[in-house]
């Protein structure tokens, strides 16, 4: 062990073997773990990429781009899944290293202003703190112990067994050196191509899931022209039959275009809220024995009949939304 240490220490870059092993399987498992999740890309379920994309949008500050990039989530998230695979891959195997650093990086930034940015205080936030985490990797590269290394080291013996003095330009090893690269590239994606195709099936085969589905059906808007006058009292969202008592449905919230739920507590009364945590964004599920709104991401609960926090780390209730219904049995909220 002491001397496993010691060759860390002592190696070029050997330091940073230890962060390139954790961001490369953070970044590698996050990535798969989309892929293999079926429910990141239905649009129906509250842990979807939709369901994310325009919670986010009220609470980052690229909210328009964010609004943007809603008009098509499935390949948001791909692109997301796909660049996070990359990115792992890329830094566990250290080829290209700095290039995939900077991927690592803007990944982070992006989710920081999409997704964190308004955690209180701000070290809450993991984005954040693994934006600075890159930084190393992209100022010194993977060093020693990677396939960047290993092809450097090779490129410079051709060099040396060519005679090629220190500096001097050999356009042909050159050349074969970036061939080499480029195909050890390709190597790599290839690989990761066919694991995340596998992940892909393996997770819709098993039904696996992010955790983040909420038990709570999603409301059926009813038909044009349903709810006669009461249409005045805003969005029809659904019917009250729909909604038995002590359950909660869900809705999208017709005012800012996000996911939300309504809850009936009792026989007579109807309470909506916003779904998503007023902690860092995520989409709360329903948890119907104690009525409650329960939070997959870091464990807040939220009172479902009056949006309250119960147990943080939120410190702010879940926004309500107000619900009536009106006489022909229509349930309408505002916006």
């Known amino acids: 062990m002491t001397s496993l240490l010691a060759r860390l220490r002592d190696a070029p870059g050997g330091p940073q073997v230890l962060l390139r092993a954790f961001l ?89 202003l999409s997704v964190s ?13 693994f934006f600075f985490a890159w930084t190393p990797l992209v100022v010194a590269g993977c060093g020693a112990w990677s396939v960047d290394a290993v092809l450097a080291t ?24 970036a061939i080499r690269k480029v195909a050890s590239a390709l190597t790599l ?16 085969m098993s039904g696996a899931t992010s955790g983040q589905s909420s038990g709570a059906p999603k409301l059926t808007p009813p038909a044009t022209g349903s709810g006669g ?43 909506g809220f916003s779904a998503v945590c007023t902690h860092m964004g995520c989409i709360v599920s329903f948890f119907q024995p104690a009525l409650q709104f329960r939070c997959p991401c870091h464990g807040s609960i939220f009172s479902a009949v009056s949006g309250e926090v119960i147990q943080g780390p939120a410190t702010a209730p879940l926004p309500s939304i107000r619900i009536e219904d009106s006489a022909d049995g229509t349930l309408f909220a505002d916006g």
């Open 24 to 112: 490369g399987v953070t970044f590698t498992y996050a990535g798969l773990q989309k892929l293999t999740n079926r429910y990141f890309f239905d649009a129906a379920n509250p842990g979807s990429i939709e369901a994310q994309l325009h919670a986010s949008i009220t609470t980052s500050p690229v909210g328009a781009l964010l609004r943007l990039s809603a008009h098509d989530p499935v390949l948001v998230g791909l692109l997301i899944a796909f660049g996070e695979v990359a990115v792992g891959l890329g830094t566990l195997f250290g080829l290209f290293g700095r290039v995939a650093a900077a991927g690592g990086m803007a990944l982070s930034f992006v989710l920081f």
């Open 189 to 204: 994606a290839s690989f990761a191509a066919v694991t995340a195709a596998i992940s892909a099936v393996i997770g819709r």
């Open 154 to 177: 090779r490129h410079a013996r051709e060099l040396a067994a060519a005679g090629a003095a220190p500096g001097q330009q050999a356009p042909d090893l050159d050349r074969r050196a």
């Open 117 to 129: 940015f308004n955690t209180t205080p701000y070290f809450y936030g993991p984005d954040i703190v």
């Open 229 to 271: 006058a009461g249409a005045s009292k805003g969005t029809a969202i659904g019917l009250v039959s729909a909604v038995p008592l002590g359950t909660a449905r869900q809705f999208t919230d017709p005012a800012q275009g996000i996911p939300a739920y309504v809850v009936r507590p009792s026989e007579s009364s109807y309470v």
